[in-house]
């Protein structure tokens, strides 16, 4: 087959993507591929063999790469069949289970719908973006926490994968396949084990060192998306008060542009002088991932026209 030109297969790849991230959402729960590797590494917490730390470091290094090279290898694989597109249209569908902005934005929708109707419902909906426990939050701190959620998975778990494609895409289409799927595969380990403890130390830094770009390139796309552009300098100011070194700087973005409070009770507020969120500006936020993933795509796709012009 005639290698394809990069620009085009970039195009494909980004459209195959964003096609299915909008028709379908998520692959099948059963054959996801993200939820088998989470099962596959659940083991592996028990096999530190003694020394938790270099295990950790070990597994931490070891499983994204493994992801980066399957995804690689049968993305080369394809572009040797003689079928057109195959390898553009195998590594749309790395990209597509590397990112995730649909399931996201319908688990938010559904917090915030229920949020002042039924708390319980909202508050058992909520554990599906974050980890804390919901069972004493008010409504007004559960539409916070799904804001927050919003804002740091839209930069985690979507614009990190897509932007790594692109990057690596002027390497080769295997290498933009090899990064998102290395960075799904830390940000999974991270997920995993990346809590306080010797064992998840090296997954959480690593996690930290990969979503630094991706954090702070995250809030143009949210300040536009939220009708405010401005609101990434704004931000600045709100990017510290979270432990993480990342997670401030979508989330600020938000608080900002929505000029709400954002608060994890005990551990950081930030937009302080602000309430809480509305049930009409939680559903701003969704608005505003939504419309940041677009433009997203939309720059992905430009990036590849421009190249094959």
Do not use: I
């Amino acid at each position: 087959m005639t290698a394809l030109d990069p620009g085009l297969a970039l195009v494909v790849s980004v459209a195959v993507a964003g096609g299915l991230e909008t028709a379908v959402g998520e692959p099948p729960a059963a054959a996801h591929p993200v939820a088998l590797l989470g099962q596959a590494v659940e083991p592996l917490a028990g096999t530190d063999f003694g020394v938790p730390r270099l295990a950790g470091t070990v597994y931490a290094l070891a499983v994204p790469t493994s992801c980066a090279l399957v995804a690689a290898a049968a993305v080369a694989l394809a572009a040797r069949l003689p079928v057109p597109f195959a390898d553009a249209l195998l590594a749309g569908l790395v990209l597509w289970v590397a990112s995730s902005v649909r399931l996201l934005v319908e688990s938010g929708r559904r917090v915030v719908e229920s949020s002042d109707t039924d708390l319980e419902d909202a508050r058992g909906a909520l554990l599906a973006l974050v980890g804390r426990d919901a069972s004493e939050l008010s409504a007004g701190l559960v539409r916070s926490a799904a804001v927050e959620s919003l804002a740091e998975n839209f930069s985690d778990g979507f614009l990190a994968p897509l932007s790594a494609f692109v990057a690596f895409s002027f390497v080769s289409l295997p290498a933009a396949a090899a990064a998102a799927a290395f960075l799904k595969g830390a940000n999974t380990m991270d997920s995993m084990f990346g809590y306080p403890g010797p064992f998840g130390w090296a997954s959480a830094r690593l996690d930290d060192a990969l979503m630094f770009v991706p954090a702070r390139a995250s809030t143009p796309f949210l300040a536009v998306g939220a009708g405010d552009p401005e609101a990434p300098l704004r931000a600045r100011r709100y990017a510290r008060e979270p432990a993480s070194p990342n997670a401030g700087w979508p989330m600020g973005t938000l608080a900002a542009a929505l000029n709400v409070r954002l608060e994890k009770p005990g551990t950081y507020t930030l937009n302080g002088v602000a309430g809480h969120p509305t049930v009409t500006e939680s559903h701003g936020a969704v608005g505003a991932v939504c419309r940041g993933a677009v433009l997203a795509y939309g720059v992905a796709v430009t990036v590849g026209v421009l190249r094959w012009l």
